[in-house]
């Protein structure tokens, strides 16, 4: 939309149109109660879709850029619900079974859906087609408006809501209608959200000193549908089976280096990267033929000291950014968005933004958020040492979970996003 159209108020501003904000805005219309709310998103970016720049790479480093997100079997009920999934469905890629290994060492374990009795442990889809289905569905709601390239600039309290003030880049600002207000405003800015900086929104930051290194690799054989987890003395690396292309088998490659190794193992050439990933992945995926295009994701666990004010609520990696060890950010947003549009469902008399609300919703999801930081941190932690204590430790659990079915179920349960 042109920002001429932007009207003065809105139910509920989300500011992000990442994997967050664009999925809450989905779900909303999805949902009885909720779908008459009027929405708008206004994203930094212009979605890749629309951008006619020929090879513009406006969306690295936001939501839809060459990642791909491994997503739970409850985030796929949850995508469901909000009737995204038939949009999604053609272009995941099941996990039929988890194999985690350490490497050098002895110890790995390995989960079956078989064994669990469900066609899929998870799914992996990649960032840039859950972006197309996210943005097409977008697309076609009746009360949801996009304005982008857009950014918020200020949020102010008001008696009804927020008061927001918008910058669209445009040079003639005297005719700008660069102010709306909403009765809640969504914060899905991202992990650097300068809104919460200057709402005095405190976040904690611990800085892992390590980076994801993420690319596309192309193999000699069938992934037969296998997630790799393998952790290094250097961090995890992950191989998530991604659909074919035009015949060719791939993997989604997620490795954990130190800052330094990280800058070092991407300036490689890709031959040079390839044969160094080989030697610390092995041959379980055959020779690793070809590799794509690489990004570098400094990685840090940040959680914001407050997630809801009146009128005001934060939504994925600015309430909490994780580790990608256990692929848990966007399952644990999703079970977030579920929450938040459930209690919008239930306002009654009382106001979309009104604190009530929003305490609801918080007490709906602070225990499994905490208990998602806390599990996240701790195995980033343990896995991503040499220390001779950690790696007995790693041992002991690879082995007793695959020796304790008990065990094995908890943890495949706890894969698969359920309790
Ligand atoms: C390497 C890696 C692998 C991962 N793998 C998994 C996985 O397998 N499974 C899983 O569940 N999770 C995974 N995650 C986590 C997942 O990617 C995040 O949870 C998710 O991207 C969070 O999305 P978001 O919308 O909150 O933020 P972002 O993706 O950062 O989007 C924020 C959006 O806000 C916009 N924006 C910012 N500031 C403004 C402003 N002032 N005004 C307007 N717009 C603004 C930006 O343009 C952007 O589009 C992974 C993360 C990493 C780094």
Redesign the pocket.
């Known amino acids: 939309m042109q920002r001429e159209d932007l009207k003065q108020e809105y139910d509920i501003v989300i ?7 664009t999925t809450l805005a989905c779900a909303l219309a999805a949902w009885g109660p909720t779908s008459a709310l009027s929405v708008l998103i ?4 212009m979605p890749a879709h629309k951008s006619n720049k020929a090879g513009s790479n406006e969306r690295e480093k ?2 839809f850029d060459s ?1 791909s ?2 997503l739970s079997s409850s985030s796929k009920l949850i995508l469901e619900r909000f009737g995204l999934w038939p949009q999604l469905s053609a272009g995941v890629c099941p996990i039929k079974q988890i194999h985690v290994s350490d490497q050098g060492r002895f110890g790995a374990t390995k989960l079956d859906s078989a064994d669990f009795g469900v066609p899929a442990l998870g799914y992996v889809v990649e960032n840039a087609a859950f972006g197309a289905a996210l943005n097409s569905t977008l697309a076609q709601l009746a009360h949801c408006a996009m304005l982008a390239p ?3 600039i200020s949020a102010t309290p008001s008696a009804t809501g927020m008061d927001i003030e918008l910058d669209s880049g445009q040079a003639d600002a005297s005719c700008d209608p660069s102010r709306v207000a909403a009765k809640l405003l969504v914060i ?4 650097g959200s ?2 919460c900086d200057q709402l005095g929104i405190m976040r904690s930051n611990e800085d892992y000193g390590q980076h ?1 290194l ?1 690319a596309n690799v192309g193999l000699s054989q069938s992934h037969k549908g296998v997630a790799f987890e393998r952790f290094t003395n250097s961090g995890p690396l992950a191989m998530l089976p991604l659909l074919p292309v035009e015949g060719e088998p791939r993997a989604s490659l ?1 490795w954990t280096l130190g800052a330094d190794e990280s800058e070092y193992y991407a300036a490689l050439d890709d031959a040079e990267l390839l044969a160094r990933l080989q030697e610390k992945f092995g041959g379980r995926l055959g020779r690793l033929k070809r590799i794509g295009s690489r990004a570098l ?1 400094p990685l840090s666990l940040r959680v914001a000291q407050e997630q809801i004010r009146p009128g005001l609520v934060l939504l ?3 309430a909490h950014t994780l580790h ?1 060890v256990a ?5 644990l ?1 999703l079970r977030d968005i579920e929450a938040l549009v459930e209690a919008l469902s239930d306002i009654q008399d009382e106001g979309v933004g009104s604190m009530a609300t929003l305490q609801r919703y918080l007490a709906a999801r602070e225990a499994d958020q905490s208990l998602m930081i806390s599990v996240t941190d701790g195995l980033t932690k343990l896995f991503s040492s040499d220390a001779q204590t950690k790696v007995w430790l790693r041992k002991a659990g690879l082995l007793s979970i695959d020796l304790i079915p008990a065990l094995k179920k908890t943890f495949g349960a706890r894969a698969m996003g359920f309790d």
């Open positions: 500011v992000g149109g990442g994997m967050v904000g206004v994203d930094a970016q936001a939501s990642r997100t491994a857009a950014r918020v899905a800015e991202g992990g300068s809104l994801a993420i997620v994701y994925g990696n600015v990608p692929g848990q950010g966007m399952n947003s």
